[in-house]
């Protein structure tokens, strides 16, 4: 069992930078890939960035150039540095966890406004 526990989330004007972390406990010698999806009121959770044990990272095209992943394998944590941020940025954001044997935890969220 792997156990994700977010934080950082919070109410920033368009344009403000915020970051996310998400620290992992348990069978944290399991996770293979960590990362973070993000779902608005309406709509279905989507992919923001993951990032791979080995280093390859996968960012969704609404996000690229303005969103940073990060992973510190020593703390078995990972981050989200989001900047330039947009109204349509605003969600809640689920930090994702997926292990060697492909099986897939998540955090509790944490909610981004973006909002003058």
């Known amino acids: 069992q792997v156990q994700l526990r977010e934080s950082g989330g919070g109410l920033v004007q368009p344009g403000g930078s915020l970051r996310l972390s998400c620290a992992a406990s348990?069978?944290?010698?399991?996770?293979?890939?960590m990362g973070w999806y993000r779902q608005a009121p309406g709509k279905q959770r989507e992919l923001v960035a993951t990032k791979t044990n080995g280093g390859s990272t996968n960012y969704a095209d609404s996000v690229k150039g303005r969103f940073t992943i990060s992973r510190d394998n020593a703390k078995n944590t990972v981050y989200l540095q989001m900047n330039s941020l947009k109204p349509e940025d605003t969600a809640v954001y689920y930090c994702n966890a997926v292990t060697l044997n492909r099986r897939t935890y998540w955090g509790q969220g944490t909610q981004v406004t973006v909002s003058s």
């Open positions: 348990g069978s944290t010698f399991s996770i293979n890939a």
